[in-house]
C-alpha cells in the first residue's frame, strides 16, 4: 500500500536513459479503454490495486499490489466474539472491490472502504455514539481515529509511530489476535479483582461481627485481620494463573522453530502463487519455456518436499503438545499426504513430458495436476499460519 501511495503521487526516475513515471492514474487516459477495463476488472479479481508504468511517455506495464490477508484476522473475529465483542467493523483506505472480500473473509459485520483519515474518525464516532468502542490500526492515518475511539489500540510491531502515541493500548507483537487475549486478561484481572475485594470485606466484617458480641479480643481480632489481608492478596494473585481463556503458546526452542518455519512459508508463498503460470508454460508447445517450467516445478517440489517432512517431524509434535487432545494435528498431516500424492503425480507427469514432448495428454493432465496442487497448498499454508504459527509470536518482517 505505501509502494501504491508513493506511485499514485507520481514517482518518476530514468532507467537505462528512459523517462520512467510510475502512476495510479497517470497513464491511464493514453490507453485503450476496454483495456483498462479489462486490467482493472482482473485486479479486481485479484484484490489488486493497479499501478501503471510509462517508459519515454508510452504505457509500458500495469503493476497489480496485493496485500496478504494477516493469516490470524479470521481467527481473531472468533475470538473476539467469543469475548463479547457484538459488532466487527473495517475501515481501509482501499477500494470497496478489495476491501469486501477481505472483509467478508475475516466475518466483518460491516466494512466501509475508500476512507480517508477523516472518514475513520466519523465511522470511529459512529461506532461509538452506539457502545463503547475499540478501535485497533497500525498506520499513520489511523491515529485520529485511534485517538477517537474510547479505547485505541495500535499494533506497535510494525505500525507507526504516531499510531502508538495516540492509542490507549500498544500491542508490541505483530499479532492481532493479541487483543481478543488482551481483551480477555482484562475480564479475568476485573473478575478476579472483584471476587477478592468482595471476599475480603466479607470476611472482615464478619469478623468484626463476632468481635463485636464478644468473641474475639483485641490482640486475636487483629491477627484475623491479617490473616484476611493475606487470603485477599493471594485471591488477587489468581490473576497471574494460566486461566481457562488464556491460548496454549509455544515457548522457547519450538517457538525459534516456528519463527523459522514461518521463514519458509513465507519464501513459499510467491513459488506457489507462479504455479498457475508455471502450469501454462508446463503445458504450452516443446522449447526453452517449456523446459524452463518443468525444471522451476520440479526444484519447487523438492524444496516443497524438505519442507513439509520439517513440518510434520518437528513442527506438528509441538503443536499437538501445545494444544493437547488424542490427534490435534491429524487433518492437516492428511493434507500433507495429498500434497504428496499430487507431487508424485506432477513427477511422474513431467518425466513422460520430457520422454514424449509431442503428447498432448501428459501435459493436459499436467495442466490440470498442478492447479489441484495450487488449490491445495494455498488452503494446507493458511491453516498452518492461522492454526499452528499463531502458537509463537513471530518476528516481524515484510510480506510477500
Same mark, same amino acid.
Given at each position: 500500500?505505501?509502494?501504491?501511495?508513493?506511485?499514485?503521487?507520481?514517482?518518476?526516475? #530514468?532507467?537505462?536513459?528512459?523517462?520512467?513515471?510510475?502512476?495510479?492514474?497517470? &497513464?491511464?487516459?493514453? @490507453?485503450?479503454?476496454? &483495456?483498462?477495463?479489462?486490467?482493472?476488472?482482473?485486479?479486481?479479481?485479484?484484490? =489488486?490495486?493497479?499501478?501503471?508504468?510509462?517508459?519515454?511517455?508510452?504505457?509500458?506495464?500495469?503493476?497489480?499490489?496485493?496485500?496478504?490477508?494477516?493469516?490470524?484476522?479470521?481467527?481473531?473475529?472468533?475470538?473476539?466474539?467469543?469475548?463479547?465483542?457484538?459488532?466487527? %467493523?473495517?475501515?481501509?483506505?482501499?477500494?470497496?472491490?478489495? =476491501?469486501?472480500?477481505?472483509?467478508?473473509?475475516?466475518?466483518?459485520?460491516?466494512?466501509?472502504?475508500?476512507?480517508?483519515?477523516?472518514?475513520?474518525?466519523?465511522?470511529?464516532?459512529?461506532?461509538?455514539?452506539?457502545?463503547?468502542?475499540?478501535?485497533?490500526?497500525?498506520?499513520?492515518?489511523?491515529?485520529?481515529?485511534?485517538? #477517537?475511539?474510547?479505547?485505541?489500540?495500535?499494533?506497535?510491531?510494525?505500525? @507507526?509511530?504516531?499510531?502508538?502515541?495516540?492509542?490507549? %493500548? %500498544?500491542? #508490541?507483537?505483530?499479532?492481532?489476535?493479541?487483543?481478543?487475549?488482551? *481483551?480477555?486478561?482484562?475480564?479475568?484481572?476485573?473478575?478476579?479483582?472483584?471476587?477478592?475485594?468482595?471476599?475480603?470485606?466479607? *470476611?472482615?466484617?464478619?469478623?468484626?461481627?463476632?468481635?463485636?458480641?464478644?468473641?474475639?479480643?483485641?490482640?486475636?481480632?487483629?491477627?484475623?485481620?491479617?490473616?484476611?489481608?493475606?487470603?485477599?492478596?493471594?485471591?488477587?494473585?489468581?490473576?497471574?494463573?494460566?486461566?481457562?481463556?488464556?491460548?496454549?503458546?509455544?515457548?522457547?526452542?519450538?517457538?525459534?522453530?516456528?519463527?523459522?518455519?514461518?521463514?519458509?512459508?513465507?519464501?513459499? &508463498?510467491?513459488?506457489?502463487?507462479?504455479?498457475?503460470?508455471?502450469?501454462?508454460?508446463?503445458?504450452?508447445?516443446?522449447?526453452?519455456?517449456?523446459?524452463?517450467?518443468?525444471?522451476?516445478?520440479?526444484?519447487? *517440489?523438492?524444496?516443497?518436499?524438505?519442507?513439509?517432512?520439517?513440518?510434520?517431524?518437528?513442527?506438528?509434535?509441538?503443536?499437538?503438545?501445545?494444544?493437547?487432545?488424542?490427534?490435534?494435528?491429524?487433518?492437516?498431516?492428511?493434507?500433507?499426504?495429498?500434497?504428496?500424492?499430487?507431487?508424485?503425480?506432477?513427477?511422474?507427469? #513431467?518425466?513422460?513430458?520430457?520422454?514424449?514432448?509431442?503428447?498432448?495428454?501428459?501435459?493436459?493432465?499436467?495442466?490440470?495436476? %498442478?492447479?489441484?496442487?495450487?488449490?491445495?497448498?494455498?488452503?494446507?499454508?493458511?491453516?498452518?499460519?492461522?492454526?499452528?504459527?499463531?502458537?509463537?509470536?513471530?518476528?516481524?518482517?515484510?510480506?510477500?
Amino acid at each position: 500500500e505505501d509502494v501504491a501511495e508513493r506511485a499514485g503521487q507520481g514517482v518518476r526516475g #530514468t532507467v537505462e536513459g528512459h523517462r520512467v513515471s510510475v502512476g495510479k492514474a497517470s &497513464w491511464a487516459g493514453r @490507453a485503450d479503454p476496454a &483495456w483498462l477495463e479489462r486490467v482493472r476488472g482482473r485486479a479486481a479479481a485479484r484484490g =489488486a490495486i493497479t499501478v501503471f508504468v510509462g517508459v519515454d511517455g508510452r504505457l509500458a506495464a500495469v503493476l497489480l499490489l496485493r496485500d496478504r490477508v494477516r493469516p490470524d484476522a479470521a481467527r481473531t473475529f472468533r475470538l473476539l466474539r467469543r469475548a463479547g465483542i457484538g459488532r466487527a %467493523v473495517m475501515v481501509t483506505g482501499d477500494r470497496a472491490d478489495v =476491501a469486501g472480500p477481505i472483509g467478508r473473509l475475516v466475518g466483518a459485520d460491516a466494512v466501509h472502504a475508500g476512507l480517508s483519515p477523516a472518514g475513520k474518525v466519523e465511522v470511529a464516532r459512529d461506532e461509538s455514539a452506539r457502545a463503547p468502542t475499540v478501535m485497533v490500526g497500525d498506520g499513520v492515518n489511523d491515529a485520529p481515529a485511534l485517538a #477517537t475511539a474510547g479505547v485505541g489500540v495500535a499494533l506497535g510491531a510494525r505500525g @507507526a509511530t504516531a499510531s502508538s502515541e495516540a492509542a490507549d %493500548v %500498544v500491542i #508490541t507483537v505483530d499479532r492481532l489476535e493479541r487483543l481478543a487475549e488482551t *481483551l480477555a486478561i482484562a475480564r479475568r484481572t476485573r473478575s478476579v479483582a472483584r471476587q477478592s475485594v468482595l471476599a475480603g470485606m466479607g *470476611l472482615a466484617l464478619a469478623a468484626m461481627v463476632v468481635a463485636a458480641l464478644g468473641f474475639l479480643t483485641p490482640a486475636a481480632g487483629a491477627l484475623l485481620q491479617e490473616g484476611i489481608d493475606v487470603a485477599a492478596i493471594l485471591s488477587a494473585l489468581r490473576v497471574l494463573g494460566p486461566g481457562r481463556d488464556r491460548a496454549p503458546r509455544l515457548r522457547g526452542d519450538e517457538a525459534e522453530l516456528v519463527r523459522r518455519l514461518d521463514e519458509e512459508h513465507r519464501a513459499l &508463498w510467491p513459488r506457489i502463487e507462479r504455479l498457475p503460470a508455471l502450469a501454462g508454460a508446463a503445458a504450452g508447445p516443446a522449447g526453452r519455456r517449456r523446459d524452463a517450467a518443468l525444471d522451476a516445478l520440479s526444484e519447487f *517440489l523438492a524444496d516443497l518436499e524438505v519442507h513439509e517432512r520439517k513440518d510434520e517431524r518437528l513442527l506438528y509434535p509441538a503443536v499437538a503438545r501445545a494444544l493437547g487432545g488424542s490427534d490435534p494435528t491429524g487433518a492437516m498431516s492428511r493434507g500433507h499426504a495429498e500434497i504428496a500424492e499430487l507431487a508424485r503425480r506432477i513427477g511422474a507427469l #513431467t518425466a513422460e513430458l520430457r520422454t514424449a514432448p509431442a503428447a498432448p495428454e501428459p501435459a493436459d493432465d499436467l495442466r490440470r495436476t %498442478v492447479q489441484e496442487l495450487y488449490a491445495v497448498l494455498r488452503l494446507h499454508f493458511a491453516q498452518e499460519e492461522e492454526n499452528y504459527f499463531v502458537l509463537a509470536d513471530v518476528h516481524d518482517q515484510a510480506g510477500p
